[in-house]
């Protein structure tokens, strides 16, 4: 009898023991495809990988204990409950009595995901960081229209509109947005919320057509009641961090005129309440009582100690960053005319500190104001102009956002052709590409910090170069006499360590009494010991250590290379292009 015989029907090992195809976890949890989907959606399981396949390559397969986890959960039987349900309605439907179907309809049971929220993400930081995905989707259906036909309600909807518009006013209020890109997909946003970076997607303000063909929108809707959910906690949670009630009451008039951001931050300044509870230290009370004597703040005046305190965790609790944010658009006013992007603009602009209106009811002043500083106009032609502000393109606004600068309004005039809209989510060093309107922002910002930078055509090797900051009148002549010595004594000892470790390598004890001639002697020997060298080095390190590799790793390091090859091949295009545009700029002229 072989070593490792197992007679049939024994216990099963390896794989097969932990692993399970879809099609055996669908008899033992007794549902169907539909329902076991759902489940999976709403517990969080997804299909994994085993090293090997027991059942062969076209099987979907899931850890064992992961359908286990399913199969305990109380969920799985309400699901059951809720389908059994659902077909009485359909059984009275088919025998045509309406009253009774209607009476089901309204008495259908809810299933709530609140415990299987709190059970997949314990910690509040676990949640902010799955908030992507949840954001992306809710904001998607926020913009679609209801469907009897896909099973899209106007309730459900009308859910995510607000859930969306309750985010975007806390992320404006606290003033952690980061980064917005305009694309054709939609806009990009990130913000910064407990130092977790979060990234969504909108779509535009436009009538949004269905496909029916390339998306299964019963599963996107299983996702999406589980995130709507996620969002109602989160944004719960958020909101009682700053002291305001949730959810918020808005005004109807406002709602009414698809104002819900503006109405969700006059919300906040009529809600925002002290905390009822501060535990201050010693050393804060010290504070607290020397403000009072400095302020003559009246100790007896009720909650004026609160508020001290209150204001002063604000300001701690501000890093740089949300300073930065806050103050861009400091004491600007601005009026939005009607072809802007409305919801984008409320949303952006009071996120970094400015005061923005509108055209419609419910606006906080209007156009003849004389007190706004920009209006935001996205047609060619006005009729009439004020000449105490300025017409810029919705674009400056977002490029003002991502540069964290306010950049001159010349190139973003109305009736001209704006500058490139650069992706703040790109690194142009890494890429190795950087456009002509990057480096004019890196100008305008070193300029806006007082900041040296070198020259078109120069590096910033040359910044170093005593000689090129004495030309420019950085610096005086003694003192570039200085750093010229400094500099030269810098580079003989660097490249005295260089041969001290050339000689180490190469197996010769160096040591400082030895003398020139032999120093000669043994640079002339090392020459001529190191011909055949580099051949061996450049076999040891290039082709050895790809020889050395796994078949697996190999592949992957091949797949870099070729990556590599496409960015750079890319980066060459782009250049090509650039020097054809110059060309035909340059025969314009002439």
Not at 105 to 123: A, F, G, M, S, T
Not at 286 to 297: G, I, V
Not at 355 to 384: C, K, L, M, N, Y
Not at 491 to 513: A, N, P, R, V
Request: proline share 6%; with cysteine; glycine share 4%.
């Amino acid at each position: 009898m072989p070593k490792h015989y197992r007679p049939a029907g024994k216990k099963k090992e390896g794989n097969a023991a932990k692993y399970i195809t879809r099609s055996q976890a669908l008899k033992q949890l007794q549902v169907n495809t539909k329902l076991f989907r759902k489940l999976c959606i709403y517990k969080g399981v997804f299909p994994r990988e085993p090293k090997k396949k027991f059942r062969g390559n076209h099987q979907t397969y899931y850890h064992l204990k992961d359908v286990s986890f399913i199969r305990h959960d109380p969920i799985l039987e309400d699901l059951r409950a809720k389908s059994a349900y659902r077909k009485k309605i359909i059984k009275a439907k088919a025998k045509r009595n309406k009253e009774l179907a209607d009476i089901l309809k309204n008495r259908q049971p809810e299933i709530k995901l609140d415990r299987l929220v709190r059970e997949r993400y314990p910690h509040f930081i676990d949640a902010l960081r799955d908030l992507d995905d949840p954001l992306t989707l809710v904001h998607l259906f926020a913009a679609l229209p209801a469907s009897d036909r896909l099973k899209i309600e106007v309730k459900r909807v009308h859910n995510c509109r607000k859930l969306s518009h309750e985010w975007q006013a806390y992320i404006s209020r606290t003033h952690k947005l980061r980064k917005v890109f305009i694309s054709v997909k939609g806009v990009y946003y990130q913000a910064e919320v407990e130092g977790q970076k979060i990234t969504w997607l909108t779509p535009h303000g436009m009538q949004q057509v269905l496909p029916d063909d390339d998306v299964v929108y019963d599963v996107l809707l299983s996702f999406l009641e589980f995130y709507e959910t996620l969002l109602a906690f989160v944004n719960f949670k958020l909101y009682h961090s700053i002291n305001v009630k949730y959810p918020p009451i808005l005004d109807p008039q406002l709602e009414a005129s698809a104002a819900e951001l503006y109405a969700l931050a006059r919300y906040f300044d009529a809600n925002s309440r002290p905390s009822e509870k501060v535990e201050a230290t010693q050393e804060e009370e010290s504070e607290l009582r020397l403000a009072q004597l400095q302020h003559q703040l009246p100790s007896n005046e009720p909650g004026a100690l609160m508020q001290l305190v209150k204001d002063a965790a604000d300001e701690n609790e501000e890093d740089e960053d949300t300073k930065e944010c806050k103050n861009l658009f400091k004491n600007m006013r601005f009026f939005l005319s009607r072809e802007v992007p409305r919801e984008s603009m409320l949303f952006v602009i009071p996120a970094f500190g400015g005061t923005v209106s509108w055209e419609g009811e419910g606006a906080p002043f209007s156009e003849t104001d004389q007190s706004i500083t920009h209006q935001i106009v996205d047609r060619p032609t006005q009729g009439h102009v004020y000449l105490s502000r300025e017409y810029v393109q919705p674009q400056w606004v977002y490029d003002c956002v991502n540069t964290r600068i306010i950049l001159p309004t010349e190139a973003y005039m109305v009736g001209r052709v704006p500058p490139p809209h650069l992706s703040p989510f790109v690194d142009n060093e890494e890429e190795g590409y950087v456009p002509d309107y990057a480096e004019t922002i890196k100008r305008l910002k070193s300029a806006a910090k007082n900041e040296i930078l070198p020259m078109p055509g120069m590096g910033k090797e040359d910044l170093d170069d005593p000689q090129n900051l004495l030309a420019e009148g950085y610096i005086s002549r003694a003192e570039a006499i200085e750093a010229a010595e400094r500099k030269q004594k810098m580079m003989t000892l660097e490249k005295q360590y260089h041969d001290e470790l050339k000689m180490e390598l190469d197996g010769f004890k160096y040591s400082s009494s030895v003398s020139a001639a032999t120093k000669q002697k043994s640079d002339e020997d090392m020459e001529t010991f190191e011909e055949p060298l580099p051949d061996v080095q450049q076999i040891s390190t290039a082709d050895m250590s790809k020889l050395l590799m796994s078949r697996k790793k190999r592949g992957l390091y091949e797949a870099m290379k070729k990556g590599q090859e496409r960015k750079k091949a890319h980066v060459d295009l782009l250049k090509q292009r650039k020097k054809k545009i110059e060309a035909a700029e340059k025969l314009k002229k002439n």
